[in-house]
């Protein structure tokens, strides 16, 4: 994966700003920019150099890893090392984000400052990086259409072991095993496998409780490929569904499918949920939708745009969004299907195209 261009990216970005230096220390930001992976980062860029500091522990992986920064194993604190190399650059002033930086992290960065150097930190009007990695390029988009594809093998592969009496925990380790069997580095979230009346608990993660002769299962779980997480939802019954069932999830899936529909270059996220919330408010289910239409993905599991209401964002080719309606009705039932879509030059491409369509077993 070539980081150069994502590092020139950012560097226009400063120079527009008026921004002479910036530590970047949220970690899937670092690894975004440069490619390292530990625990302990903290990259450090001007307009000609950036130098990528941690600690001994990561030696070798340090400079197996990082693209396009020097690397710096620090003695004692990578965090203070930074500091001194970006006040000894010859640079005014340096960024931060304020999004992902604490008061505390902040009251150590100044404290490592030589004297004279207040006010030497400043915070970032918006998160640059956050909004570099809004759009996904080429190589990101590979790695993600392959996360998203062990996860629709994933659950084709667990549909025919499922009946009745297997407890959750079970169904949630089938899929769990067979990820890490696939490669996969770990799961994006905790599953959730939620049944019967838990199906109406929007994170109804997995209990030792065993799935009904009758009810509904939802099964929400994605993987870790290459750095990359995947997001998927499927809602399946069990046994004879009643009308009101029926019903339910025939409308979330309409309205699922009309918010997919609605992906597309220039369209805002508050048009987006709305295009699935007013299936819902059409149906008389819109006040048991009690959560956003979906959210952005890649290096992390939540990350932005999010689709909501209200949320003026406007989709851009390469970004990658979550599509995920639900319905849930307290002591009931629930129902959600999800799923990924990136945003086309002309529309939306569905990346877990599993089926979506009525599951019995």
Known sequence: MNHAPRLRRLRRQMKHQGIDSLLVTHLPDVRYLCGFTGSNAFLAITASRAAMFTDGRYIAQAHQETKSARVVIAAKSARDEACHWLASSGVSHCAFDPETTTVADLAHYRKALPSGKRGFFQPLAEPLVRNLRLIKDEDELRLMKQAARCGVELFHELLPQLQPGMRETAVAALLEHSARARGAEGMSFETIVASGPRSALPHGRATAQRLPRKGFLTLDFGVILNGYCSDMTRTVFLGQPTRRERFTY????????????????????????????????????????????????????????????????????????????????????????????????????????????????
């Open 250 to 361: 025939d409308s979330v899936r309409e309205a699922q499918q009309a918010a997919v529909e609605a992906v597309k270059p220039g369209v805002s996220c508050g048009e987006v949920d709305e295009a699935a919330r007013s299936v819902l408010r059409k149906a008389g289910l819109a006040e048991y939708f009690t959560h956003s239409t979906g959210h952005g993905v890649g290096l992390e599991i939540h990350e932005a745009p999010r689709i909501a209401a209200d949320q003026s964002q406007v989709l851009l080719p390469g970004m990658v969004v979550t599509i995920e309606p639900g319905v849930y009705i307290a002591g009931h039932f629930g129902v959600r299907i999800e799923d990924m879509v990136v945003v086309t030059r002309d529309g939306g491409q569905v990346l877990t195209p599993a089926s979506t369509g009525w599951t019995q077993l």
